[in-house]
């Protein structure tokens, strides 16, 4: 049931994120924090988001701007060290309160408390109409970088901040598209080295056994498939339905997880 359900979100939302806003991780993320812990959610997303971008790469890669990579790159690199040596802190503290629901033990952390607010907070800006026109200045690109890179890290929610900082940066659609996949990249490999220091070296075993590389590479490959068919179907499209859906079901999670009951 657990590779059913994350390998079907996978595939769906590889395929949505060429029709609406929202990133393959704003929405994988909560799919697999149903299933088990936030930081393990957040690694195993990652881990799933890298190898989608690898595979993007290979398509768009040299269509990037690598001047607009390097300014906004590099300080999300810095910041996305920074989220996820947050996220191993916030991993560790005692929980706030504990509770039984329907014979269901249930905990509220303040880690489920942060990722529950940037899924709250993400999710209403793609439902707000006028965040579509959200932009800023060029000269802004190294603190989106950092501010994605950031969020990145900390939750895996960067791809609404980077298009936003991006998409006036002067570039052609292609160029656009090849820009955000090799700073995607870098930020999941930024991130990527800190939880393998710090979280999985100290829960390799726990990892494998609450997720196992099965899973992952599960939802990788139906991840390639989602990518690949939305390709096939047309090249791009806003699908507003779809985006006020998802956004309702991205606050619900965010509700329940927040209260604990995820």
Known sequence: MVYLIICTVALVVSALTLFSGFGLGTLLMPAFAVFFPVEVAVGATAVVHLANNIFKLALVGKMADYKVVVKFAVPASILAIIGALLLNYFAGTTPLAEYGFLGKPCTVTILKLVIAFLIAVFAILELHPRFEKLAFNPRYIPLGGALSGFFGGLSGLQGALRSAFLVRAGLAKEAFVGTSVVSAIVVDL?????????????????????????????????????????????????????????????????????????
Do not use: E, P, W
């Open 190 to 262: 930024s991130r990527l080295a800190v939880y393998g220091v710090t979280f999985y070296s100290k829960h390799l075993t726990i990892f494998h056994n609450q997720v196992g590389t099965g899973l992952v590479i599960a939802a990788t490959l139906t991840a390639f498939f989602g990518s690949f068919l939305g390709s096939r179907l047309i090249n791009k499209i806003t699908m507003r339905a779809i985006q006020i859906i998802v956004g309702i079901l991205l606050c619900f999670i965010s509700i329940m997880l927040g209260v604990g009951l995820i």
